[in-house]
């Protein structure tokens, strides 16, 4: 008999290969607020520590920065029983995440634990959370139509497998429930979802409710809730993209959702100040401006697969153009602006098609789909802006054709663009019925007067 049949070398060396054989110690010199202060250990910015309480489980921070020779860190967990004189220690392999085919259906926390009461992760691998994004030359054309199964979206914006798109709103316009939507119609093979500075509550009400038994069944949830501390919370986004890349290089085709960006950049916003940054727009510090490319740069078309990702921002009193919803929007590839008005009329999703367009639609749509799209548009824009003439019952019939036209397709078209969570439309329908509501504008779509 063999050595090598006594025990499996390879779990050994696996092993060998996750552990930090060399670990800094330092000192805790001050507790204030957020905020740890040590003499030591020896560690760089972003690197993990742990602090050995006399009593209790240790306590995990990250390190945020410098000043007079000491360490700023912030924790991760509860501080309660930390005193002066504490013993603090690197942990520089928490930076990375156990990944695996096991994840699919399951719900992680920060750390990328699981926090399901379901089995530990069987990890096939470990991957860098704060990996350095992709090359300009490493990505792929997009050129491949990605399903998301709701007709305002497949129709008027048309998303190709390895976009980014924002989905911009103020609070109650119906987010969550389009995501619910995006993440059990579309037609990616995984979906890894990041909730970021969510309630409590509304966790387990998105998981049952908007997602349901079929969006588990295909999905990765990474949460960190507003409760957590603001590392933490930023650190679940970075988890969840660690999560998207080790299916990527399975060579699947990967719907990565991100809510909200808003909520992770003022997390990103309490580190900065406590560091000492100096506030800039809005109270938000420059690393939050640096943070967002580093995170949507990440998803993009590879050559062993692609992350196509979905970004949401609370726009604060519905005001487009506040420091992060400019800043996201111009690094995105398209943007989808959800509507207060359409919601208060009861229409859902409520999209706005004209505020919102996918920079790739022209891209990857066909032909006629891209100019009954235009059509459509042009039919959208004289109903709007002849609608206080209309509502005034200013305007005579027969005196425009072409708004004539116009409102009588008006019905078919909002009950196009309308669709209840529940419903699911692929690509062939939606271009289908956009072909027949083409057809019936005949006037618009000939330019005539």
């Known amino acids: 008999m063999t050595a090598s049949s006594w025990f499996d070398l390879a779990h050994f060396e696996k092993a060998l290969a996750s552990s930090d054989p060399v670990r800094s110690f330092g000192q805790v010199t001050k507790v204030a607020g957020l905020l740890v202060e040590s003499r030591g250990p020896a560690a760089g910015l972003g690197d993990f520590c742990e602090i050995l309480r006399p009593s209790g489980p240790p306590v995990r921070t990250q390190v945020i920065g410098f000043r007079d020779g000491g360490v700023l860190s912030m924790p991760l967990e509860e501080t309660a029983g930390l005193q002066l004189g504490d013993t603090i220690v690197t942990r520089r392999g928490e930076a990375r995440v156990a990944v695996g085919d096991s994840l699919l259906g399951r719900v992680l926390d920060g750390f990328g634990r699981p926090m399901d009461g379901g089995p530990p992760i069987e990890a096939t691998a470990r991957y860098d959370i704060y990996a350095t994004p992709p090359g ?12 998301t199964g709701v007709r305002a979206i497949d129709g008027f914006l048309t998303c190709g497998r390895g976009q980014r798109v924002g989905i911009f709103g103020g609070s109650g316009v119906g ?18 979802l990041a909730l970021v500075g969510e309630r409590n509550r509304e966790v387990r009400d998105f998981i049952e409710h908007e997602l349901g038994p079929e969006g588990m069944r295909k999905s990765v949830l990474v949460v960190a809730t507003s409760d957590r501390p603001s590392p933490l919370r930023v650190r679940a986004c970075f988890v969840a993209l660690a999560v998207a890349e080790y299916f990527r290089d399975q060579g699947k085709s990967v719907l990565l959702v991100a809510d909200s960006v808003t909520r992770l950049a003022m997390a990103q916003r309490e580190i900065g100040l ?10 938000y510090t420059p690393s939050v401006f640096q943070m967002l490319p580093r995170i949507f740069e990440r998803a993009g078309r590879f050559t062993r697969g692609s992350i196509t990702g979905f970004f949401t921002v609370l726009v604060e009193g519905d005001d487009m153009n506040e420091p992060i919803a400019d800043a996201v929007r111009g690094i995105l590839d398209g943007h989808i602006v959800l509507s207060r008005a359409l919601g208060q009329a009861g229409h859902y999703p409520a999209i ?18 891209k100019d009954c799209a235009n059509r459509l548009r042009e039919t959208l824009a004289l109903l709007q802006s002849s609608e206080d003439l209309i509502r005034i019952g200013a ?3 027969g005196s425009n054709a072409r708004l004539d036209d116009a409102l009588r397709v008006e019905d078919h078209l909002k009950s196009f663009l309308r669709q209840r969570p529940d419903e699911s439309s692929n690509l062939t329908d939606t271009a289908a019925r956009m072909a027949e509501l083409c057809g019936a504008v005949p006037a618009v779509r000939k330019g005539q007067s």
């Open 136 to 147: 300009p030359l490493e990505r792929e054309p997009i050129r491949e139509v990605l399903g």
């Open 175 to 192: 987010k969550s429930t389009l995501l619910g939507s995006l993440i059990k119609n579309n037609d990616a093979d995984v979906c890894v």
């Open 352 to 369: 706005d098609i004209l505020q919102s367009v996918s920079r790739l639609a022209s891209r990857v749509a066909g032909p006629q789909q």
């Open 395 to 397: 305007y005579t019939s």
């Open 274 to 283: 406590a560091a000492g940054e100096p506030p800039s727009q809005k109270g």
